[in-house]
T-cell receptor
Framework: KAGVTQTPRYLIKTRGQQVTLSCSPI?????VSWYQQTPGQGLQFLFE???????NKGNFPGRFSGRQFSNSRSEMNVSTLELGDSALYLC??????????????FGNGTRLTVT | AQTVTQSQPEMSVQEAETVTLSCTYD???????LFWYKQPPSRQMILVIR??????QNATENRFSVNFQKAAKSFSLKISDSQLGDAAMYFC????????????FGTGTSLTVIP
């Protein structure tokens, strides 16, 4: 089974631009979550989608948005980029609907650099 | 929101020796799940071990084991017979049964294995 696939691996953008990151979950996984990872902050939860519906949202500004398609693939969009948005963005999929002991399965992440 | 604390930003261990990574968490819930993830330089987060709070028995996966102290809200990871491939960032994570697949992560411990 293929793992979680994130594209692109690296992105360099300029302040004020917008960016779209893509994530394909493991086949059969309907839950997709996004996390922002920065040095010293660990992983911060952005949002989770399950069956095309946003189920949970973290404490991030509205510039961060996402969506999930009927095939469970997900995209994350960041508008009006700021220097502080530079981070590793991780996508994770899960087999169950949440609340159990099923782990998150992570992709390799997209490294976003904002200049 | 739940808080996960890893008080050791960096640790080192001699090859073949044993090391313990600390993790504490803050919660008012009685039922939850705890996880340890490993992130090598390749960036992909890999599940190391998981523990259900309702289970008193500590989880074990080969050379990895946990010391789960529910009353103390402590969840430490012990790595026995350390190998060079164990060098990575280790993240402790908490999952509530009530917030879907939203995980709360600590800030990580960077483990160096000395040959």
């Amino acid at each position: 089974k293929a793992g979680v696939t994130q594209t692109p691996r690296y992105l360099i953008k300029t302040r004020g631009q917008q960016v779209t990151l893509s994530c394909s979950p493991i086949s059969g996984h309907r839950s997709v979550s996004w996390y922002q990872q920065t040095p010293g902050q660990g992983l911060q939860f952005l949002f989770e989608y399950f069956s095309e519906t946003q189920r949970n949202k973290g404490n991030f500004p509205g510039r961060f948005s996402g969506r999930q398609f009927s095939n469970s693939r997900s995209e994350m969009n960041v508008s009006t980029l700021e220097l502080g948005d530079s981070a590793l963005y991780l996508c994770a999929s899960s087999q169950d609907s949440g609340g159990g002991n099923s782990p998150l399965h992570f992709g390799n992440g997209t490294r976003l650099t904002v200049t | 929101a739940q808080t996960v604390t890893q008080s050791q930003p960096e640790m080192s261990v001699q090859e073949a020796e044993t090391v313990t990574l600390s993790c504490t968490y803050d919660t008012s819930e009685s039922d939850y799940y705890l996880f340890w993830y490993k992130q090598p330089p390749s960036r992909q987060m890999i599940l190391v071990i998981r523990q259900e709070a309702y289970k008193q028995q500590n989880a074990t996966e080969n050379r990895f084991s946990v010391n789960f102290q529910k009353a103390a809200k402590s969840f430490s990871l012990k790595i026995s017979d350390s190998q060079l491939g164990d060098a990575a960032m280790y993240f402790c994570a908490y999952r509530s049964p009530n917030t879907g697949n939203q995980f709360y992560f600590g800030t990580g411990t960077s483990l160096t294995v000395i040959p």
